[in-house]
């Protein structure tokens, strides 16, 4: 899975404490399918996705969508943004800088050392978003 497997890393150790506070947690990986079977008219959707730029390894970032044009490369860029946004009153993407993208089994080791920086860092872009960060992101 390598470093593009980073988010399931992260979603998975802050999956209970999100939970806890009523927030609905997915691990979809790319199945688009069940993605639109779960989307409810209104939601506050947020996407976790691992991205890679000219940014250090391990930094998290939150975005919107930008239906016109691509906003950074995600590892997994492909998302019908236009139709989602059909159906969610919001959307919001936070991205997790990788060192790579690589066939192996498990995260970089620059990754796995910020692991647990990295999972409080989007525990935190999480309840911006919720309690502050809707408009002003």
């Not at 993407?93 to 989007?122: M, P, Y």
Request: aromatic share 8%; with cysteine; hydrophobic share 40%.
């Amino acid at each position: 899975m390598g470093d593009d497997g980073v988010s399931i890393e992260v979603l998975k150790r802050i999956k209970k404490e999100l939970q806890g506070n009523q927030i609905e947690v997915f691990i979809l990986e790319t199945d688009l399918n069940f993605l639109f079977s779960i989307l409810k008219e209104d939601d506050l959707a947020i996407f976790v996705d691992a991205m890679i730029s000219s940014e250090n390894a391990g930094e998290v970032k939150i975005f919107r969508p930008d239906l016109s044009e691509e906003n950074e490369c995600f590892c997994h860029a492909y998302f019908p943004w236009d139709a989602i946004s059909k159906i969610c009153k919001e959307i919001f993407i936070i991205g997790i800088e990788i060192e790579d993208i690589d066939f192996r089994i498990g995260l970089s080791e620059k990754l796995q050392d910020k692991i647990e920086c990295i999972a409080n860092d989007v525990l935190n872009s999480i309840e911006y978003i919720l309690t502050k960060g809707e408009n002003k992101v």
